[in-house]
């Protein structure tokens, strides 16, 4: 079984008050990858927690043996766990992690405050992805289905090539919760796209206001997922749209007006003033 990678910050409160950000991987990711946000939302003063979803950080059978509502349940788990601490909770996703943390939204409306969503992902149709994508849908239902695994290729979701590089490093490793496995195994896909099926019915449900970060050129999930999810929240939504960034906006060369951006988002659940050093942040990048 593999070991509780989450990853739990504690900060200093924000006014007297305790607030929670529950952070969410993506599929076949690591909560390592949440981290560079974590850390800023730590300084202003909320405590952090970036779960470990189940069946990650292991190996690729354990991943593809996952199904998603499993990942679901360390959400929820997260949150339980937050919830001893903090008087309001925003939840927070990168990729397919965004889906799950709507799910939360939806669902728990009266314990989750706000949303932020990174890089949302309800299709696989960004400018890396081949044009027989859609092929992968009818494989994945074939004999050899089970045996299919997609490994990752460049540039890996970020553009910073310094950034790619050190990451590629973490993950020919070995070590699986540094940055990831190298092939997401087409189990998992399959229930990402179940995930997806469940989860797009209910984006009407959430009211809570909500944050929405995407790159213009992400090169796995085009800027068209922010668009129909923005259409379709039945809460406030702000919109960030990044110029110099790929898929994993958390890691890439922008990640710190991404954690400016949601700290200054999390200060309207605090009723908090930004500190000092983020309000220069989001003022130098918009």
Same mark, same amino acid.
């Not at 994508?133 to 090539?161: A, N, Q």
């Given at each position: 079984?593999?070991? @509780? ?20 991987h &993506? ?7 949440? *981290? ?6 730590? %300084?202003? $003063? ?8 189940? &069946? ?9 043996g ?9 959400? #929820? #788990? ?8 903090? @008087?309001?909770?925003?939840? $927070? ?23 932020v ?7 696989? @149709? ?6 027989? &994508? ?18 990752e *290729?460049?540039?890996? &979701?970020? *553009?910073? #090539? ?5 990451v ?8 699986s919760?540094?940055?990831?496995l190298?092939?997401?195994?087409? $189990?998992?896909?399959? #229930?990402?796209?179940r995930?997806? %099926? ?20 992400? @090169? ?6 922010? !668009? ?14 990044l110029?110099?960034?790929?898929h ?16 200054? !988002?999390?200060?309207? !659940? ?10 220069? *942040?989001?003022?130098? $990048?918009?």
């Amino acid at each position: 079984m593999t070991t @509780d990678r989450s990853i739990h910050m504690t900060g200093n409160g924000i006014n007297g008050g305790r607030l929670g950000l529950l952070l969410v991987h &993506g599929l076949g990711g690591t909560p390592v990858e949440m *981290k560079p946000l974590a850390r800023k939302a730590r %300084d202003a $003063g909320a405590d952090v927690l970036c779960c470990h979803l189940a &069946g990650h950080c292991g190996t690729g059978e354990e991943l593809a043996g996952t199904p998603w509502q499993s990942w679901y349940a360390s959400v #929820e #788990e997260g949150l339980a766990r937050l919830e001893q601490d903090c @008087d309001r909770i925003v939840v $927070g996703g990168l990729s397919m992690g965004a889906l799950l943390a709507a799910r939360l939204a939806a669902l728990q409306p009266e314990r989750v405050h706000g949303l932020v969503m990174l890089a949302p992902t309800l299709r696989y @149709d960004g400018w890396s992805i081949p044009w027989y &994508g859609f092929l992968l849908r009818i494989l994945i239902h074939t004999p050899i289905g089970p045996r299919l695994s997609f490994v990752e *290729k460049p540039p890996y &979701g970020i *553009k910073d #090539e310094r950034i790619r590089a050190a990451v590629v490093r973490a993950m020919h490793s070995g070590d699986s919760s540094a940055a990831g496995l190298l092939s997401t195994p087409s $189990g998992a896909i399959r #229930e990402m796209w179940r995930l997806t %099926d469940d989860v797009k019915p209910r984006l009407g449900q959430v009211r809570q206001p909500t944050l929405l970060v995407h790159a213009r050129n992400d @090169d796995i999930a085009s800027l068209a997922n922010a !668009f129909h999810i923005q259409r379709h929240l039945a809460g406030r939504v702000e919109a960030l749209i990044l110029d110099d960034s790929y898929h994993l906006v958390t890691v890439d060369g922008q990640r710190d007006l991404v954690a400016a951006r949601v700290n200054s !988002f999390l200060t309207g !659940f605090s009723g908090a003033s930004v500190t000092p050093s983020v309000r220069a *942040k989001v003022a130098n $990048g918009g």
